[in-house]
């Protein structure tokens, strides 16, 4: 009894995202790309600034935190991990919706 109710909830929240995403051109855009979802595009659309101020996708990778942390010795620069330091949500999602594909 408790699990219809709360599967009918989920059901009624997720097509309010969909509907939601649905009236927005860029969610409708950024949905045509594989593994991104309606909550990702509303995440993307709410939280990220306005992609205008990103001049390539590098930036906004770097905004996410998806670049490899840097030091430099005596003029050598090196990279090591992604740093992680940036948008976490969006980060997370973008990056389970890329393992989504990959199976």
Not at 30 to 45: D, F, H, S
Not at 49 to 71: H, K, T
């Given at each position: 009894?408790?699990?219809?109710?709360?599967?009918?909830?989920?059901?009624?929240?997720?097509?309010?995202?969909?509907?939601?995403?649905?009236?927005?051109?860029?969610?409708?855009?950024?949905?045509?790309m594989p593994g991104?979802?309606?909550?990702?595009?509303?995440?993307?659309?709410?939280?990220?600034?306005?992609?205008?101020?990103?001049?390539?996708?590098?930036?906004?990778?770097?905004?996410?935190?998806?670049?490899?942390?840097?030091?430099?010795?005596?003029?050598?620069?090196?990279?090591?991990?992604?740093?992680?330091?940036?948008?976490?949500?969006?980060?997370?999602?973008?990056?389970?919706?890329?393992?989504?594909?990959?199976?």
């Amino acid at each position: 009894m408790q699990i219809a109710e709360q599967t009918a909830r989920i059901q009624t929240k997720t097509r309010k995202i969909e509907d939601l995403a649905a009236k927005t051109g860029m969610a409708r855009r950024l949905q045509t790309m594989p593994g991104i979802g309606p909550l990702t595009t509303l995440a993307v659309e709410a939280f990220a600034p306005p992609m205008e101020g990103f001049r390539y996708g590098r930036d906004f990778s770097a905004w996410l935190g998806l670049v490899p942390r840097q030091s430099a010795t005596c003029g050598k620069e090196r990279l090591g991990r992604i740093a992680k330091a940036g948008q976490a949500d969006i980060r997370r999602m973008l990056i389970v919706g890329a393992m989504s594909r990959l199976n």
